[in-house]
């Protein structure tokens, strides 16, 4: 077991470009999240599956942001027409049903130019 | 509704020195409280966490953490600091979403500076 595993780590993009983040979660680990972190700030709650359902998101995540966990194990996360607002730091965390600890991947870092 | 105060964006401690970072919580119902370590350009990794039981609880890398109810307070600290401890460290408590799940709110961070 590795981990949590985020790709890309890092991705620059223009203003308007759409771009798509994956997390690989710990294995069996049923509950994913994904949170936000820009500079200088702590993490922000974004969205959570438990399995493939999404259960609650956040009002942060506008209609321009979609998450997917299609066979309650990879997630993606998409947003769409890129502000330079998103640049941020995108986290993933996996958990598993009788945990009450968050296992961290290291993220993807977006600049928006 | 939970938040978190982390008192202190800076904090700056001789190596060797005991290391306090202020967390103060606000959570409706009983709190799950948790310090997580963040290095530059790197993911969080838990410290410690209290849920219930005993109010001092420890962690790895010499860190300990009291819950303080009648004070709404999880500190941290740590005895002697290390070079290796400068990082940024959060504070977090835990609020329940639908199906069971656990969504942190976490303060603003902490960055530790540890000098010679």
């Known amino acids: 077991d590795t981990g949590v595993s985020q790709d890309p780590r890092h991705k620059i993009t223009k203003r308007g470009q759409n771009v798509t983040f994956r997390c690989d979660p710990i294995?069996?680990?049923?509950?994913l999240y994904w949170y936000r972190q820009t500079l200088g700030q702590g993490p922000e709650f974004l969205t959570y599956?438990?399995?493939?359902?999404?259960?609650?998101k956040s009002r942060l995540l506008s209609d321009r942001f979609s998450a997917e966990r299609p066979k309650g194990s990879f997630s993606t996360l998409e947003i769409q027409r890129t502000e330079q607002g998103d640049s941020a730091m995108y986290l993933c965390?996996?958990?598993?049903?009788?945990?009450?600890?968050?296992?961290f991947g290291q993220g993807t870092r977006l600049t928006v130019v | 509704a939970q938040s978190v105060t982390q008192l202190g964006s800076h904090v700056s401690v001789s190596e060797g020195a005991l290391v306090l970072l202020r967390c103060n919580y606000s959570?409706?119902?009983?709190?799950?409280l948790f310090w997580y370590v963040q290095y530059p350009n790197q993911g969080l990794q838990l410290l410690l966490k209290?849920?219930?039981?005993?109010?001092l609880v420890k962690g790895i890398n010499g860190f300990e953490a009291e819950f303080k109810k009648s004070e709404t307070s999880f500190h941290l600290t740590k005895p002697s600091a290390h070079m290796s401890d400068a990082a940024e460290y959060f504070c977090?408590?835990?609020?329940?979403?639908?199906?069971?799940?656990?969504?942190?709110?976490f303060g603003t961070g902490t960055q530790l500076k540890v000098e010679l």
């Open positions: 294995s069996e680990h049923n509950r």
């Open positions: 959570s409706s119902v009983p709190p799950y």
């Open positions: 599956f438990q399995n493939e359902a999404q259960l609650e």
């Open positions: 977090a408590v835990s609020g329940r979403v639908t199906g069971g799940g656990n969504k942190l709110t």
């Open positions: 209290y849920t219930t039981g005993a109010t």
């Open positions: 965390a996996s958990e598993g049903d009788r945990n009450t600890e968050a296992f």
